[in-house]
């Protein structure tokens, strides 16, 4: 009986996994079942395949018209947050570093291409929706763009109708390879797609670590070849994990003075793991419209194996750090100690990691049997361009800095996160193109307004909540009167 009970319910999940896929495959328009929006690129996400060929990358033309707007100003509003913090967007002088160089040098092409000013605003990453609302409201030009957090402020954006349809922007060719054209069909109501990223806001998903050292002194399989032959499973990591834990002292506690097979946290991290698990939080119904996508056994599967792997023996250490707060970026078992056989961190993070004595290799969150492609769910913003700006400026600037972020900061950002203080991990170079390969984006997760269910492990795993199914009954219908508000705000701000 109970092998007769798994086959139901393996075929059970290939039908959940496989419909979404196959409305998608066969849809002639975008996700919402319309034929109007303007992406008809073949590639699912730009910022895949960076391979090692840099001089293909340059050979795509971008095929913009030449332009003079004078020494106009082009403002860019941002948040002092996460990656945007780090020197990825903006840079004042050229310096020493490569990929400083590389992104101090797009700013300049693109200024010196079409005689504008990019001028750098940052603010709190809390203030940029109220920031940007009052200078609509006002009817003034005061920024070109604005860079957003993930989740702070984008749904008000939208539902306020200060954000621009990105479908109307001149010069925006979303077929080119430097657009993320799986955003376009999560994110797009009606058609109307207000968000847009492309090569230029730096993909930063979360990934697995690993200490190659450790990998090599247990005599285990090697993390990249399991990754490859498509067996990369929280199963998988579990047996190694266990393998690896140790209790340093003897003392028969484990604290953050011992060894561990994984280390991680109950915070916003974990998320990622719905996604690689071949889940989303919502889903797009036949008609288009988005509704609610885990009351089903593939997300019980996930909590229950991810609640045993973190809360069941010693082989986990669940901790809390923030890597978008510089003073407290580590957590108390951090790779560099040497006692972490895996550690969960954002991929930016390697750009610290490369300093440390440990030899580590990264890798993507573990998919399950029901799915062939590794999925990464992006934690970087969105670009959004006000009511009040120049379109045709923008439109062009936006373009240009896209192709010049994929010709050469992409580039140099694979170099600096394949780098390290030891030695240069060409392995990972392959794991990186599967990671950017699989950049995809979540309706609930960047249009829920921190809803309970937007942030579903998160707010389980840190109030130890083990009944899935109550907590999806509880918060369910915050998220869909959410859902069913951004509808309404869109059909009120862009179809009357």
């Not at 930016?348 to 890798?363: D, H, K, T």
Request: aromatic share 12%.
């Amino acid at each position: 009986m109970r092998i007769k009970a798994k086959a139901v319910f393996a075929v059970l999940i290939s039908i959940i996994i496989a419909l979404p896929f196959l409305a998608c495959k066969t849809s002639g328009g975008d996700a919402d079942g319309n034929d109007s929006i303007k992406n008809p690129g073949e590639a699912e996400s730009g910022d895949a395949g960076i391979k090692s060929d840099a001089d293909a990358r340059l050979e795509i033309d971008d095929e913009l018209p030449e332009a003079d707007f004078g020494g106009a100003k082009f403002p860019i509003l941002y948040p002092e947050w996460s990656n945007y913090i780090l020197g990825l967007y903006f840079a004042e002088e050229e310096g020493t570093d490569p990929l400083n160089g590389a992104v101090y040098k797009r700013q300049r092409a693109v200024d010196e291409r079409f005689n504008v000013e990019i001028i750098p605003v940052m603010n709190d990453w809390d203030k940029i929706y109220s920031e940007l609302a009052k200078t609509v409201k006002a009817g003034t030009d005061d920024y070109s763009l604005a860079l957003t957090h993930v989740i702070n402020g984008v749904y008000s954006m939208i539902s306020s109708g200060v954000a621009v349809d990105w479908n109307g922007v001149p010069h925006v060719n979303f077929s080119k390879p430097w657009w993320n054209h799986r955003m376009n069909d999560e994110l797009s109501v009606y058609g109307i797609l207000c968000t847009a990223v492309s090569d230029f806001m730096i993909f930063d998903p979360n990934v697995i670590y690993f200490n190659k050292e450790m990998i090599a002194d247990y005599s285990m399989e090697n993390p990249y070849d399991i990754v490859k032959g498509g067996k990369w499973s929280w199963d998988k990591l579990g047996d190694m994990a266990k393998a690896a834990s140790k209790d340093l002292n003897g003392d028969g506690v484990f604290d953050e003075s011992d060894q561990y097979g994984l280390v991680t946290l109950t915070s916003w991290m974990m998320e990622s793991a719905i996604h690689a698990y071949g889940l989303s939080i919502t889903k797009r119904d036949e008609t288009g419209y988005a509704v609610l996508n885990l009351d089903n056994p593939l997300f019980y599967e996930l909590t229950d194996k991810l609640n045993a792997l973190m809360y069941t023996g010693n082989q986990t250490f669940v901790g809390y750090w923030d890597p978008n707060a510089p003073k407290d970026n580590e957590s108390a078992v951090p790779m560099s100690s040497g006692r972490c056989l895996f550690h969960v961190d954002p991929l930016s993070a390697a750009m610290r990691y490369r300093a440390y004595e440990v030899n580590f290799g990264i890798l993507p969150f573990p998919k399950s049997d029901y799915v062939d492609e590794y999925l990464s769910l992006s934690w970087n913003g969105f670009m959004i361009i006000p009511q009040t700006a120049d379109l045709e400026k923008v439109g062009m600037v936006s373009e240009a800095l896209a192709a010049e972020s994929y010709r050469y900061v992409i580039p140099e950002y694979y170099n600096v996160l394949l780098t390290s203080k030891l030695t240069r991990d060409e392995e990972s170079m392959e794991m990186l193109d599967i990671i950017f390969g699989g950049a995809t984006y979540d309706f609930a997760l960047n249009l829920g307004n921190w809803t309970p269910l937007s942030m579903p492990l998160t707010n389980m795993q840190s109030n130890r909540i083990t009944d899935t199914a109550s907590y999806i009954e509880k918060h369910r219908g915050e998220l869909e009167k959410q859902i069913a508000d951004i509808y309404g705000a869109i059909e009120k701000n862009y179809l009357d």
